[in-house]
């Protein structure tokens, strides 16, 4: 996709944005175009707590107790690469040298920028960047026997693809290598609400379905869903926006191809460009 170039698309425009881990790059490509921007990061993306478990996981990995590796985000790989820095160095050289030797499969365009960085790329791209396109792909491949290392994230447990790798006859291997935990105060998301309720935030834009179901699980249902239909909301893409939907909110905004943040500020600007403040 081509460059944005700064402009005042969104000049007197309040555009609210839950992100945290990318918190300033969003800011700024709003900010660019003209953009009132109001920061309430919804989640933090903290280190697992209890690294035990990840760096077991990453001494078999580095043995070579996989087959194929299924990277479901860029942040993980980092993850990965950050616990072993600080808890295991000597492990750092083997676990780059096992990323090349597995075969790499990545949900969507983000683990593969990370392992370019590294001097790899993934094998397989999965897209859509879902967990059914993952396990569409994964479909077309013959899994008997194969040891599948499975990177998540949160504490989710992902049981559709768990099954489907069970039932395709792999043996699964995952790792969390990070957690989510609320980050703005209540106190700071609820003034959001108020001032979505009357009318001063033109959009929200979500970026994770974490940022969905926290602020589901902070404000009252019906007083959010009255607040979401007085702001254009957007999502990043397809499992955000499931997510939304799942809570009966339809959004205006997801880009159509390409699920990060360019095509969604993009999508932002054709949106909201077109029609006055």
């Not at 700064?6 to 300033?24: G, M, T």
């Amino acid at each position: 996709m081509a460059e944005l170039k700064s402009d005042h698309s969104l000049q007197n425009r309040r555009i609210a944005i839950p992100e945290s881990r990318e918190l300033d790059m969003f800011a700024s490509l709003l900010e660019r175009r003209g953009a009132t921007v109001l920061r309430c990061p919804l989640v933090d993306i903290r280190d697992a707590p209890n690294p035990g478990p990840v760096l077991e996981w990453l001494h078999a990995f580095c043995a070579g107790s996989c087959d194929d590796l299924l990277l479901f985000t860029g942040e993980g790989v980092r993850r990965l690469l950050s616990l072993i820095d600080h808890h295991a160095p000597e492990l750092r050289e083997n676990f780059i040298a096992q990323l090349g030797a597995v075969r790499t499969i990545a949900r969507g365009p983000k683990p593969g920028r990370v392992l370019r960085e590294l001097g790899l790329k993934p094998t397989l791209i999965a897209d859509p960047a879902t967990t059914p396109g993952i396990i569409a792909l994964l479909q077309t491949l013959d899994l008997k026997g194969r040891r599948v290392g499975v990177q998540l994230y949160g504490t989710e447990p992902n049981a559709p693809l768990m099954d489907f790798l069970a039932s395709a006859g792999a043996n699964a291997l995952p790792v969390w290598p990070y957690v989510y935990a609320d980050a703005a105060a209540d106190a700071i998301v609820l003034a959001l609400i108020e001032s979505m309720q009357q009318g001063h935030v033109d959009a929200i834009a979500f970026t994770s379905l974490q940022q969905v179901e926290r602020l589901f699980r902070l404000v009252e249902t019906n007083r959010l869903k009255q607040a979401l239909t007085h702001t254009l909301v957007a999502a990043i893409g397809p499992v955000v926006a499931d997510s939304l939907r799942a809570h009966g909110v339809e959004p205006q905004v997801v880009p159509q191809e390409s699920y990060y943040l360019k095509p969604l500020t993009q999508a932002l600007i054709e949106r909201l460009g077109s029609s006055p403040p």
